[in-house]
């Protein structure tokens, strides 16, 4: 049976950027609201609509996850930057989106939103003429259903923010505003529109902020001033207005009536009330353009895990430290030496005896204390717990795509202040289990079993290398979305992937754990269905905010040791559970990403 997707669930739509019909005064507020969140791609983009200036972007020169989702938003932001998302990251943004190009559309084959979302990202950097983007119009084309809108996943029923992505996706694709499928579509946005004037995610649902933005965008992206949208005397804008609270987020819900809600639609909010839809703003190259100043790379490998993976503005080495720790919610104590400023703990790693906090930029050792290095462009800082003269480490993999059976080439090199040489016996993790490479650092594997895992060097006397994802077979993925708002002053969908025989349905797209404070515990659970004719082994992964990297379990287990079997047409619902640190530091929304896959077993 086809599971409809929670009315609530954030997923994230699309829509593009057109001289605002209005401002709403509820906007500088908001502003402040969101400037105290993570950076995200979505508050970038809502910042840049609201006039903000010198935006913060070092959080997009990496990609969280790897879906066409992923990297289209990605691209989002970076267009509304105007800078180049080809150049702009560490790999090239627009070419990793078209490689999710099968001839027919553009990502999943089951998915809908991906299509609308591809288009968006390549019209932002003026390649909505090419092969991926016509073809994913022409999917959607085929796909409307018989009421005027869109659905998330092909085959499922019609909802409202999916609908408003896709008609904006049309439009920038050529589709006319006058057109009977946009036609058709205005119609069943108005069927779902409550008699407060905002709309819910199905008609008949009640009416939410994220509803209210998408279509409030979708309206301006066809020219139609959505105040005019009038119902009971109310229209869209002034029920998304009503729900802003007194800190200037707006709340999911009307906090009056719900049991729960969060303000994870800020964003989208002040996008929409901005006046704008999407792409917020196009890429133009220029002849010189501006670079962006003042962000570095930064790394902490902890004694026993990767702590932090980001890019920060800061002045010094040490400064980065300071700057990044409300990102990525680690703790840290910096003490005054008779030798200056001394790091003296990061979590739980404190100095002590030979161990202790070290540092390196550009892989080479500075000559003076951290405070004192100034930054340069360009430079990437890795620290790291342990010992002085342990060396920064890599791994490279011949192919991060294989056949089960098949053999990689894994290779493990150390930096010896000058060169990246190869390591000696180093110590590979395959997920949790150790190999041993030969002399030459090299090492020949054979993966037998369909799964995600994570390879990585982790050698006593080494620092720990940064972890490579290697895809072994048919294995279908189904990612979900995991958000947590952190209060400081409490606490002690549908996706259906698959092929002919795997079929893995994870009943949600987004799980919100709510408002949590240090030392506080979420739950929720997500329904597991084996729609296919073979049984399933599952697992999962987790990737984004550190809190969830090191917080999440499922059915009591660690993530990355959650294992599960499913018989053909069972189902289960697995218990996520989200515990945060008693010393966690950080505050606000925090994001991430949740994969479940399955292999026939």
């Known amino acids: 049976m086809k599971k409809i997707k929670n009315c609530w669930l954030t997923l994230l739509l699309l829509a593009i950027a057109v001289q605002p019909v209005f401002v709403s005064a509820s906007i500088p507020q908001a502003v402040g609201y969101l400037e105290s969140q993570a950076d995200d791609p979505w508050i970038t983009m809502a910042l840049i609509a609201s006039g903000q200036t010198a935006v913060a972007s070092g959080h997009l020169r990496q990609v969280s996850g790897t879906s066409a989702t992923d990297y289209a938003k990605t691209i989002l932001a970076v267009s509304a930057l105007n800078q180049d998302p080809a150049t702009f990251g560490n790999i090239d943004y627009i070419a990793q989106l078209k490689s999710k190009y099968d001839g027919t559309q553009m990502g999943d084959s089951n998915l809908l939103n991906d299509d609308a979302w591809s288009i968006l990202a390549l019209a932002s950097v003026g390649q909505v003429e090419s092969a991926q983007a016509q073809a994913a119009k022409d999917f959607l084309l085929a796909n409307q259903n018989a009421d005027g809108g869109w659905s998330y996943s092909v085959g499922a029923g019609s909802d409202t923010n999916d609908t408003a992505a896709v008609v904006m996706a049309l439009v920038e694709a050529g589709a006319s505003a006058d057109s009977r499928v946009i036609g058709n579509a205005l119609a069943y946005l108005r069927s779902a529109q409550n008699d407060d004037g905002g709309f819910g995610y199905q008609p008949g649902n009640d009416s939410d902020s994220g509803s209210d933005a998408w279509i409030i965008s979708a309206l301006i992206k066809l020219d139609i001033d959505p105040a005019t949208w009038i119902k009971n005397s109310n229209n869209p804008v002034t029920h998304l207005e009503s729900l802003q609270a007194d800190d200037g987020g707006f709340w999911w819900v009307d906090p009056s009536g719900a049991?729960?809600?969060?303000?994870?639609?800020?964003?989208?909010?002040?996008?929409?009330?901005?006046?704008?839809?999407?792409?917020?703003?196009?890429?133009?190259?220029?002849?010189?353009?501006?670079?962006?100043?003042?962000?570095?790379?930064?790394?902490?490998?902890?004694?026993?895990?990767?702590?932090?993976?980001?890019?920060?503005?800061?002045?010094?080495?040490?400064?980065?430290?300071?700057?990044?720790?409300?990102?990525?919610?680690?703790?840290?104590?910096?003490?005054?030496?008779?030798?200056?400023?001394?790091?003296?703990?990061?979590?739980?790693?404190?100095?002590?005896?030979?161990?202790?906090?070290?540092?390196?930029?550009?892989?080479?050792?500075?000559p003076v204390g951290a405070a004192d290095y100034e930054l340069q462009s360009g430079d990437e800082v890795l620290w790291y717990f342990g010992q002085w003269g342990w060396l920064p480490t890599r791994i490279t993999a011949s192919q991060t795509e294989i056949n089960p059976g098949d053999t990689i080439g894994l290779s493990a090199e150390y930096f010896d202040g000058n060169n990246w040489q190869p390591l000696s016996q180093a110590v590979i993790k395959i997920n949790n289990e150790e190999r041993i490479a030969q002399s030459n650092g090299q090492l020949n594997v054979n993966i037998y079993e369909n799964g995600v895992y994570q390879v990585y060097v982790d050698m006593n006397g080494y620092v720990r290398s940064p972890k490579k994802t290697i895809n072994v077979g048919d294995t279908v993925n189904n990612n979900v979305g995991l958000q947590v708002e952190i209060d400081q002053t409490s606490g002690s969908g549908q996706g259906n992937i698959g092929g002919e025989a795997i079929a893995l349905v994870v009943g949600s797209s987004q799980v919100s754990f709510g408002s949590l404070g240090p030392g506080e515990s979420g739950s929720q659970a997500v329904n597991l269905s084996n729609e296919g004719t073979v049984q399933l082994a599952i697992g999962a992964s987790v990737s984004g905010d550190v809190v969830f990297t090191q917080g999440i379990t499922i059915d009591d287990q660690f993530y990355d040791d959650y294992s599960s079997s499913l018989a053909p047409y069972e189902d289960h619902d697995a218990q996520v559970t989200l515990t945060i640190p008693q010393d966690y530091l950080a505050s606000g929304i925090k994001n991430g990403e949740l994969i479940f896959w399955a292999t026939a077993q």
């Open 259 to 366: 049991e729960w809600n969060n303000k994870a639609m800020t964003a989208y909010a002040v996008i929409a009330l901005s006046g704008f839809s999407y792409p917020i703003g196009y890429y133009q190259a220029a002849d010189d353009p501006d670079p962006i100043e003042g962000q570095y790379h930064l790394r902490i490998e902890g004694s026993t895990s990767t702590i932090c993976d980001i890019y920060v503005s800061a002045t010094t080495a040490l400064d980065l430290i300071e700057q990044a720790a409300s990102e990525c919610g680690y703790s840290y104590n910096i003490t005054q030496e008779s030798f200056g400023p001394y790091l003296r703990s990061i979590s739980d790693d404190t100095a002590q005896g030979l161990d202790g906090w070290l540092y390196f930029v550009n892989n080479v050792s500075p």
